[in-house]
């Protein structure tokens, strides 16, 4: 193999650093860039589920994901009264079994950053443009240098700059299922002990928890809405769009806006995917959820990102630093997986909200759908060999 092929990874989330662990254990020396000043703390919980659970074994890394794991002990359905309706294990409450854990964004990005200490990492790395031709890629930085690379991996997000300066509009879509999410921490002033509590109704849901840190909870907001935001990205926007929603809804939720102000980590999206017939385009490649990724409320995002990233680095090894067979033959391997999962995306988002109130017998009902099709999708390779 020939180790002197010069490749960029864009991107410090969950894909860009698991790419770079396979790449560099299948013997090239990639280079890690991200826009970015620091790593993003904190943000969402994710489960590792699945196949993913085997590929975190294979790179050492899922005992450290279980030592940092959330650990929800108790879940509890209210209505909008604050009323009692239903409790659940904290596992079956978040549709957990076997070995799958709960992990904060993040920590996993955390632990993927340690399994690469001697891989180049640089902050603050804005790209303006990129060129490409048959030998290679030039990549143009914002503050006026130039580099050239054999290959670039773009493992930028849902709405990937690379994407953009590369793919035709008509080469990709961004497709909103017609919700949003939101997450942040406020002081836990409800004194959660390792438990979840969540309202359900007329089509809108909040949560909030308080696990690891005593002082602190975690709250969330998910709810269906045709509405548009003209800048998805715009904070203000973001935030003043959950208010409105949420002014009228009862039990904790004025309470806990009134807190959102201070909190540092605010995270709000529209539940969406990409949809993409090619993840490639000559030298330049898309993994996670960059090129496929399933929406946020699927859980599944950062599973494909870790099947992707050792699927890609794995076809890199076996095509000698080939792109384009490489990038053949990641899509040929990976796309029936992404499939299955983009389909679950669009039916779990259509199985949560209920219409009116939430009963114990609509939470057991989805609870048991979920779980069996979760099992089903999140296992839905088979992983190839590599070593």
């Not at 596992?91 to 955390?110: A, C, N, S, T, W």
Request: charged fraction near 25%.
């Amino acid at each position: 193999m020939s180790k002197n092929i010069k490749i960029l990874i864009i991107g410090a989330g969950i894909a860009g650093p698991a790419i770079c662990y396979w790449l560099k254990r299948f013997g090239f020396s990639p280079v890690l860039i991200e826009k970015s000043a620091t790593i993003r703390k904190g943000g969402q919980a994710l489960d590792v589920r699945g196949i993913a659970t085997h590929i975190a074994r294979e790179m050492g890394i899922y005992d450290q994901i279980c030592d940092m794991r959330t650990r929800i002990e108790t879940g509890c359905f209210v209505d909008v009264t604050g009323k009692v309706l239903h409790e659940e294990h904290g596992d079956k409450f978040g549709y957990r079994q076997d070995d799958e854990v709960e992990i904060l964004r993040g920590d996993l990005v955390e632990i993927l950053m340690k399994t690469i200490p001697d891989i180049p990492c640089r902050f603050n790395q804005n790209i303006v443009s990129m060129q490409q031709d048959e030998h290679g890629v030039t990549v143009n930085f914002k503050d006026g240098r130039a580099e050239n690379y054999d290959i670039v991996i773009a493992a930028d997000d849902i709405y990937s700059a690379t994407r953009r300066m590369i793919f035709n509009k008509n080469e990709y879509r961004l497709i909103h299922l017609g919700s949003y999410l939101s997450t942040f921490t406020i002081p836990n002033y409800l004194g959660l002990n390792h438990m979840e509590m969540l309202c359900e109704a007329n089509q809108k849901l909040v949560a909030i928890n308080s696990d690891n840190n005593p002082e602190m909870a975690r709250a969330g907001f998910m709810f269906r809405s045709q509405h548009a935001l003209k800048d998805v990205r715009d904070e203000h926007e973001q935030k003043q769009f959950l208010l409105d929603t949420f002014r009228d809804f009862g039990w904790e939720a004025q309470n806990i806006l009134e807190r959102m102000p201070q909190s540092n980590d605010f995270y709000f999206d529209a539940i969406t995917q990409v949809k993409m017939d090619d993840w490639a385009k000559g030298r330049i490649v898309l993994v996670g959820d960059a090129a496929y990724s399933a929406s946020p409320l699927s859980g599944q995002g950062n599973n494909l990102a870790l099947v992707g990233a050792y699927i890609l680095a794995g076809e890199l090894k076996n095509s000698d630093g080939n792109p384009i067979q490489a990038f053949t033959r990641y899509h040929a391997l990976l796309h029936s997986f992404v499939e299955a999962n983009q389909k679950y995306g669009v039916w779990v988002s259509n199985s949560f909200f209920a219409e009116d109130e939430i009963t114990k017998e609509i939470t057991e009902e989805r609870t048991k759908k979920i779980l069996a099709t979760m099992k089903s999708v999140s296992n839905a390779i088979t992983l190839p060999q590599y070593e």
